[in-house]
């Protein structure tokens, strides 16, 4: 019964490159969260998303950064011309379809993105 | 707008109690979860409270009080592997589900 999974644990770009990052969730969720977690400062909701859906983007910065959730496969956050500034730990989290009073979501062990 | 706010160091002694006190406002409030994050690692959870009231579980206690927009966590016998992030986490309804946001944690240390 594995949790969330996210790869690559670490990743580090040059300026400019692009950052993919991927997470599959638990076995039997539907809803997936990306967070940022920028150094010595808290979880920072970016991204909400369900099977081809993207529910609430209203953290993710308007350019460079997208995500998806296809029907076969990871949730993908991607992140292009990466700049130093992306440093950070990249977080994904999944929830079980959505039912009265089971709202926990599961964190994945976070990909350490580090721009040179 | 979403405020969290709750303290960002405490430190304790190992054996004794502590209170993480957290207040809140948010829109479209749906109940609070607390997390644990040690460095470099994932927060696992720790507590949700939807109702009004102390939820106890082991070593952990979570209180919130929906109408002061107010939880604490309440650590007992502490121990040196307590010493980490501790994050409260207002869960808010959006378009078709919920999202959690998090305060900045308090980092707690725990002392011989």
């Known amino acids: 019964n594995a949790g969330v999974m996210q790869n690559p644990r670490h990743l580090v770009r040059r300026r400019g490159q692009e950052a993919r990052l991927r997470c599959s969730p638990m076995?039997?969720?539907?809803?997936v969260y990306w967070y940022r977690q920028l150094p010595e400062e808290g979880l920072k909701f970016m991204v909400y998303?369900?099977?081809?859906?993207?529910?609430?983007e209203s953290g993710m910065p308007k350019e460079r950064f997208s995500a998806e959730f296809p029907k076969e496969g990871p949730s993908i956050l991607r992140i292009q011309q990466v700049v130093r500034g992306d440093s950070a730990a990249y977080f994904c989290?999944?929830?079980?379809?959505?039912?009265?009073?089971?709202?926990?979501?599961?964190f994945g062990p976070g990909t350490r993105l580090t721009v040179l | 707008g979403q405020n969290i706010d709750q303290p960002t160091e405490m430190t304790a002694t190992e054996g004794a109690i502590v209170q993480i006190n957290c207040t809140y406002q948010t829109s479209g409030f749906n109940g609070l979860f607390w997390y644990q994050q040690h460095a470099g690692e994932a927060p696992t959870f720790l507590s949700y409270n939807v109702l009004d009231g102390l939820e106890e579980k082991g070593r952990f206690s979570s209180f919130l009080s929906r109408s002061k927009g107010y939880s604490y966590l309440l650590l007992k016998e502490l121990q040196m592997k307590d010493s980490a992030s501790y994050l409260c986490?207002?869960?808010?309804?959006?378009?078709?589900?919920?999202?959690?946001?998090f305060g900045t944690g308090t980092q707690l240390k725990v002392e011989l």
């Open positions: 076995k039997g969720h539907s809803h």
């Open positions: 986490a207002p869960l808010i309804l959006t378009g078709g589900g919920n999202k959690l946001t």
């Open positions: 989290a999944s929830s079980p379809p959505r039912r009265e009073g089971d709202n926990e979501q599961f």
């Open positions: 998303l369900q099977k081809e859906n993207i529910i609430d």
